[in-house]
């Protein structure tokens, strides 16, 4: 099932994944799990929408991986 992220839930998971760097790097594990648990869980207050923990974790990789590569291939 694809997920359809709206500009809002996206910059919403940017800004959470933004403002809560130092935490996120000082983590590992389980606790990683919990990180993105709460991402999700703020989202999904925030805009009644469902995400999981998974799906807000794999959408910040995949920004920031095509990100890094359109910054390269210019």
Not at 28 to 43: L, Q, T
């Amino acid at each position: 099932m694809t997920i359809e992220w709206t500009d809002k839930h996206i910059c919403c998971l940017i800004n959470e994944r933004k403002n809560r760097n130092e935490e996120y790097h000082k983590i590992a594990g389980k606790r990683r799990v919990e990180f993105w648990n709460s991402v999700a869980n703020k989202i999904n207050r925030k805009y009644r929408i469902i995400y999981i923990r998974y799906q807000c974790q794999q959408k910040f990789n995949s920004l920031v991986k095509n990100y890094n590569v359109c910054k390269f291939v210019k």
